[in-house]
């Protein structure tokens, strides 16, 4: 192993640490983690570190914000305890699926690279809309039939929080173009992301109302849309 690596390895397990000593994952969830961000390293360098870590610190200070008016709405109790594992691999597997592939196929990195800013982008602008938005949000949406619904209910969106989605996948973006230089793929992250989270939505309002998706699923699931939107833009650009 080089020094970088150890100097990352190192940090890595500090992460892991911290996430555990402060109860904002449990041990299986910082583990995985932990793997998770080992393979993004490999596959996209000290980026792939910062981009997940940009998600999880951007999407846990979105999940304390408002914790009053989250209460009074009665969606607090979905951001209480420690998240688990299954928690942790529905936001982060698709980009630590693209991190490996990116590992061992490197004469494909940047279109695996790009999968891993579509996917953390998707995730982000997830978690980013639905917390903010239940914060700054003034009027709330059913996605399929744009009638006003009850805010926290699966599926249901605001101007405000898909503003705040926009911004959460604009940060992925933005760290992307600032390690590899700006090109037309920043607009596709945030595409991606847009159309990531969007993706969510609908499952929300009709799969995940119905039961027949959970939530890790439906996150799961709009990581890889984001993914699969992003891989699209580098061919299309290419």
């Not at 393979?39 to 304390?64: D, E, P």
């Not at 059913?142 to 705040?164: A, H, M, P, R, Y």
């Not at 604009?170 to 992301?193: N, Q």
Request: glycine share 12%; proline share 1%.
């Amino acid at each position: 192993m080089h020094t970088m690596d150890w100097i990352v390895l190192v940090f890595i397990c500090a992460i892991v640490t911290a996430s555990i000593v402060f109860r904002k994952l449990t041990v299986a969830g910082a583990l995985t983690g932990g793997i998770l961000a080992g393979l993004l390293y490999k596959g996209a360098g000290i980026t792939g570190i910062v981009m997940l870590g940009a998600f999880f610190v951007a999407g846990s200070a979105a999940t304390a914000f408002g914790r009053n008016r989250k209460e009074q709405l009665g969606i607090a109790e979905n951001n209480k305890g420690q998240r688990n594992a299954w928690q942790v691999l529905a936001n982060g597997g698709v980009a630590a699926i693209a991190g490996l592939l990116a590992w061992l196929y490197p004469q494909q990195a940047s279109l695996w690279q790009m999968a891993i800013a579509g996917s953390l982008a998707s995730a982000s602008a997830d978690t980013l809309s639905s917390e903010m938005g239940s914060v700054y949000g003034k009027s709330f949406y059913n996605i399929l039939t744009f009638k006003k619904d009850k805010c926290g209910l699966d599926g249901v969106i605001s101007l405000e929080g898909t503003l705040w989605g926009i911004a959460g996948s604009a940060l992925i973006a933005l760290i992307f173009v600032i390690a590899y230089g700006y090109s037309p793929l920043a607009f596709w992250m945030v595409l991606a992301g847009f159309i990531g989270n969007m993706a969510d939505s609908v499952l929300g309002a009709s799969l995940e109302r119905k039961d027949w998706l959970k939530n890790d699923q439906v996150n799961f699931l709009n990581t890889l849309i984001g993914a699969l939107v992003a891989m699209a833009g580098y061919y299309i650009i290419q």
